[in-house]
């Protein structure tokens, strides 16, 4: 039953990795991706996927390396979200237009339940980013990723190694 319920959770991720923001659980569906947070992809999903991995869900690997790869630039605006020469995360990619309201993206939630629609990726033009980091978000990456060492198509990335060799 969890191994299933997992698996349907896995099968929330978006096309190019990134995990939605709003979605049902239950139902096994998307509301709404946006905003999409690089801090789930770094950190949330992985400690969730690294605890499926353990319990033989085979998905999950591929999940978590996809994820983390949206964060290197493999997403809708081809940019990573992660900037080691300046140790910052780039907070998220979110809706023109919506940076300082979450009303718009309640709304379209709500409708998509009860109508129902489904819920989608948009064009990359209409995608912006939100320039914070979070004091904690890094904290994830260490969580997520400091003790493993079987990952290092990510750890050993060429954005990690071409910062180091600045610092």
């Known amino acids: 039953m969890a191994v299933e319920c997992t698996r349907k959770l896995i099968r929330l991720q978006g096309p190019q990795g990134e995990w939605p923001w709003f979605f049902d659980a239950e139902q096994g569906r998307v509301l709404d991706f946006y905003e999409v947070y690089s801090v789930h992809q770094y ?3 992985p400690a969730f996927l690294e605890c499926a991995e353990r319990h033989d869900v ?13 964060v290197l630039g493999r997403n809708q605006l081809r940019k990573p979200t992660l900037l080691p020469e300046l140790q910052l995360s780039i ?23 009860c109508l129902p629609r489904v819920a989608g990726l948009i ?8 320039l914070e980091c979070r004091s904690y978000e890094l904290g994830w990456i260490l969580w997520s990723f400091g003790c493993r060492s079987d990952l290092s198509e990510l750890t050993h990335n060429q954005i990690f190694v071409g910062s180091a060799s600045q610092g």
Do not use: C, Y
């Not at 990619?93 to 339940?113: D, P, S, W, Y």
């Open 123 to 130: 064009d990359p033009g209409n995608v912006g980013l939100r």
């Open 43 to 45: 950190g949330m999903a």
């Open 58 to 70: 085979r998905e999950a690997r591929d999940a978590l390396i996809k994820g983390f790869n949206w």
């Open 91 to 113: 907070r998220s990619h979110i809706r023109k237009g919506e940076h300082h309201t979450n009303r718009r993206r309640m709304l379209r939630a709500i409708q998509n339940v």
